[in-house]
């Protein structure tokens, strides 16, 4: 693996367990850990998901993934590259895969030997926190984060939708919204967290004015805790399968509406919680 040519994530639907790509919301290089290199797997289906269809005959293994860490770790410290995080994202939802609490442990072990200063990071859209045990596993992990040195984990949850009707849209999942959205408050009352949230357009229709109405209040139901660390606004800006898909295409809205997005819940929320804007 050349370190120094790596500037997207494709190779993840090669099979890759891990793959170094230069992440805007990393500001630098992230080495991201892909649980699902045979085929995807999640519990949504977003229409503006990045990941294409694949199929490969790899499978998933703590030692194999171990290997790579190391591998692709000691490559970027003999390119004098800053590994600013590893993260648990690929090929779907990280959390519901059998090999989710081992890989973790793992990952942060190879963290605190070899990039110490990097964060460890898992994107999730919250399935885990239906469960028990992964529950507890993120709240613990996430417990400890610390602002000064961010050593432990920091878990990045997706939050596209405040209604139940445009998750059904931007999220096509049979979770149901009230379930998951109880989960991420529990979660929310006990441990630091920050909130992705994609906008997009669906077959050509941006976001109603209740929709977000009803987002910005959630964020800020989320926040009142103290445990909320960021909000991340994000607009497509890469190209998605679901672009073809007539029943239900994502598209990207104007960077403004982002903006004025970002601005209201700015207005709303204390200034130490930034609000970014990736379009
Ligand atoms: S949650 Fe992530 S991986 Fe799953 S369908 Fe949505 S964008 Fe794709």
Not at 21 to 47: E, I, W
Not at 203 to 222: F, I
Not at 237 to 242: E, L
Request: hydrophobic share 45%; aromatic share 8%.
């Amino acid at each position: 693996m050349n370190i120094g040519s790596v500037e997207n994530h494709r190779s993840r639907e090669g099979g890759a367990l891990v793959y170094p790509v230069y992440s805007r919301r990393s500001r630098g290089l992230s080495v991201g850990v892909n649980l699902f290199p045979d085929a995807k797997v999640c519990t949504f289906d977003c229409p503006y998901c990045e990941v294409f269809p694949f199929k490969t005959d790899i499978s998933f293994s703590v030692d194999s993934m171990t290997s790579a860490l190391w591998e692709v770790i000691s490559e970027a410290h003999a390119h004098r590259e800053e590994v600013r995080d590893i993260c648990f994202s690929g090929n779907g939802e990280p959390t519901i895969s059998p090999h989710f609490p081992a890989a973790l442990q793992a990952a942060a072990q190879i963290r605190d030997e070899l990039v110490p200063a990097a964060a460890l990071v898992v994107i999730t859209n919250g399935t885990g926190l239906l469960n028990d045990q992964t529950f507890a596993l993120l709240r613990n992990a996430a417990a400890d984060w610390e602002p000064v040195d961010s050593l432990a984990l920091k878990l990045w949850l997706k939050l596209d939708a405040g209604t139940e009707g445009w998750y059904a849209k931007m999220d096509r999942s049979a979770i149901p919204f009230d379930r998951l959205t109880a989960a991420i408050k529990s979660f929310a009352a006990r441990a630091p967290f920050t909130i992705q949230t994609m906008i997009c357009a669906i077959n050509g229709e941006p976001p109603p004015a209740e929709e977000e109405a009803a987002w910005e209040r959630l964020v800020l139901e989320l926040s009142a805790s103290g445990y909320l660390t960021g909000i991340q606004i994000y607009g497509m800006a890469r190209p998605s399968p679901g672009s073809g898909d007539r029943m239900s295409h994502a598209s990207q809205v104007p960077a403004a509406v982002l903006e004025e997005r970002a601005g209201s819940l700015r207005a709303a929320l204390p200034e130490s919680i930034p609000v970014e804007v990736f379009p």
